[in-house]
């Protein structure tokens, strides 16, 4: 079993990270973590040439990136809520989903992405809402062939309560492992 991790937070330490060091103790498999803060993966610019082409023509590591989507079993979206979103990093690299879109929509190409189950751990100090986050999350899974997804876990308190200290939180991490692993969420 394969798990790709995109993980948001520019924190070491923080409380993204606890969170991820909770799942990844129960969670099964191989695992690859892309942090989108210290990885070397541009935004798309909407050079089209995938409206035309077969991949993407920015050569830097999102191609790695692209061939663990392909052939993995699940995606973990993690993040803290920047002004209600996800940070503007994990954005970048999600905007390189786009060469599936265009794979698609253009070209009609068949989906070469193995379907996969899908995980949210979102954290914020707990100003205004995450549900724009946890909806950006969701599309950025479907266009990776994740449709299978895990309710989100939220610790959205950080300010008060470290996440690493939010009970629900961190046996919602422990769960998403637990669904990944095949197990049952209960
Ligand atoms: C630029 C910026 C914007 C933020 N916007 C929000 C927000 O809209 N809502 C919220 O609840 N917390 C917000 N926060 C707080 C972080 O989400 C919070 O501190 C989080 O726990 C940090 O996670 P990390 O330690 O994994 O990086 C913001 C923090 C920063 C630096």
Redesign the pocket.
Known sequence: MKTLILNG???IG????RLLNVFRQKLEGECKTVDAYRCGISPCVDCRYCRENEGCAIDDEMQQVYRYIEECDNVLIAS?????ELTGKLLDVGSRFQMYFCAAFFRKAPIKIKPKKGGIIL??????A?DKGESTAKVLLHQINCFDIHPAVL??N??NLP?IEDENAVTGARRIAEFFNGKSAD
């Not at 923080?14 to 990270?17: A, K």
């Not at 803290?80 to 209600?84: A, G, L, T, V």
């Not at 954290?123 to 205004?128: E, P």
Request: hydrophobic share 20%; proline share 8%.
């Open positions: 937070s520019p924190r923080g409380d993204t990270e803290p809520i920047y002004f209600s954290v914020g100090g707990g100003d205004g995450a610790s959205h950080t300010n996440a």
